[in-house]
């Protein structure tokens, strides 16, 4: 009875799975002419903005682990969206507006598929690739779901692949270390050659907050176009992220360890692959770098921003400023509580209008104050 009960929920969500990607096979593509208009409309919208320098400045930005590129920056993209190189549109009903020049061009981590898994039943077949195929279409399906929450919508879905789901395998995890690095610089070799000698805003949220700080620290000479820096949910190293997150797991003598060291065999962390608060020293002086967390984060707790940012003043960067939220979780800071959203949205125009970047007049007159307020200065000599 056990077996056939077994039977039944596989069959129930293998075929939850398939149905999710058979009703966007069946969507049909907008014709080109709708896409003409949304653009116009964005286009539009865009007029809000000033551009003090006349140059649209792109944004190279870099996800939180697991994350697909495009449904998570369209949280910062307002309700306008943008169309990916697939030609989708990608929106979100529940964001803020702090992009507005989304670098879309090999923007997609390396670890991350949007290849949809299953084709057709006959792969099932196979016992070789059955379980394969059906935790994929799992992983793809709760994908397209979890996005759901956000307020992300995928429309024009693409029956070849989409942005709509996606799948990323735990091991290739690599948590702001060599192949994190590596995808980073690859973005922004992209970003610049498709804007030469144009001033870039870098932006990361969580393990992609950290990652853009290493760049950072590690390509300072190549990366010179670079005008400022945002980290939303960085954390300073995975041993303190560790403990700040699982204070009660990691008090019993010996969890801690066990769980440090369960990291390093199932992703691909290494002890002593480096984090951000090994390179404070190399992070460039001259490049203002804006940090913001809060205290409701569960995930990265403010903590251990906090003494990262702390790390990096004591070594004499000059441009640093420190954003604390109240009540926002972890990759929420931009929805979960309104006061949260207006403050992150008003600070970092007045961010873009300080450094001669792209801004809305409005926001960053509202956030001059919550600006000034959150400039961290060097201790007193």
């Known amino acids: ?28 593509l907008r014709q080109a002419s709708d896409y003409a208009i949304l653009r116009q409309a964005q286009d539009e919208r865009s007029r809000e903005w000033v551009l003090p320098e006349n140059i649209d400045v792109p944004t190279v930005f870099f996800p939180g682990m697991g994350c697909c590129f495009f449904t998570q920056i369209a949280r ?29 061009i090999d923007a997609e981590s390396d670890e991350i598929e949007h290849q949809k898994p299953i084709q057709s039943w006959l792969a099932l077949w196979n016992p070789f690739m059955a379980f394969n195929v059906i935790w994929k279409n799992y992983y793809f399906t709760i994908t397209s779901l979890d ?16 942005v709509r789901g996606h799948y990323s395998p735990f091991s290739a995890t690599n948590f702001a270390q060599h192949r994190d690095i590596q995808n980073h610089k690859r973005k922004y070799d992209a970003c610049t050659k498709a804007h030469p000698e144009t001033p870039k805003i870098l932006y990361g949220v969580s393990r992609g907050a950290a990652t853009t700080f290493r760049a950072c620290a590690l390509h300072g000479h190549t ?52 984090s951000p608060l090994d390179d404070v020293e190399r992070f460039p002086k001259h490049l203002p770098v804006a940090f913001i967390a809060s205290e409701a984060d569960r995930v990265v ?77 060097p201790p007193q000599a």
């Open 1 to 28: 009875m056990k077996f056939k009960s077994l039977i039944i929920a596989f069959g129930v969500l293998l075929l939850g799975s398939l149905g999710a990607q058979a009703s966007s096979s069946e969507l049909v």
């Open 76 to 104: 910062y993209t307002g309700p306008e969206g943008f169309i990916t190189p697939l030609g989708e549109h990608v929106y979100c009903t529940r964001g803020i507006h702090t992009i507005k020049n989304p670098c879309l």
């Open 301 to 377: 707790p403010s903590e251990c921003t906090k003494d990262l940012v702390q790390a990096l003043v004591n070594a004499g960067h000059q441009e640093v400023y420190f954003l604390r939220l109240k009540a926002s979780s972890h990759s929420k800071y931009m929805m979960d509580n309104p006061q949260d959203a207006a403050d992150y949205q008003h600070f970092i125009h007045a961010l873009y209008k300080k450094y001669n970047l792209p801004y809305i007049e409005e926001y960053a007159n509202q956030g001059q104050s919550l600006l000034e307020s959150c400039r961290v200065l």
């Open 147 to 162: 996005r759901l929450k956000y307020g992300v919508k995928v429309e024009n879905v693409s029956n070849r692949e989409s």
């Open 223 to 274: 990366y010179d176009d670079v005008r400022l820096v945002i980290l939303e949910g960085c954390f300073d190293n995975v041993p303190h992220n560790l403990k700040a997150r699982f204070p009660m797991v990691c008090a019993v003598p010996g969890l801690y360890t066990l769980c440090h060291d369960l990291l390093s065999k199932v992703t691909c962390y290494k002890k002593d692959g480096g």
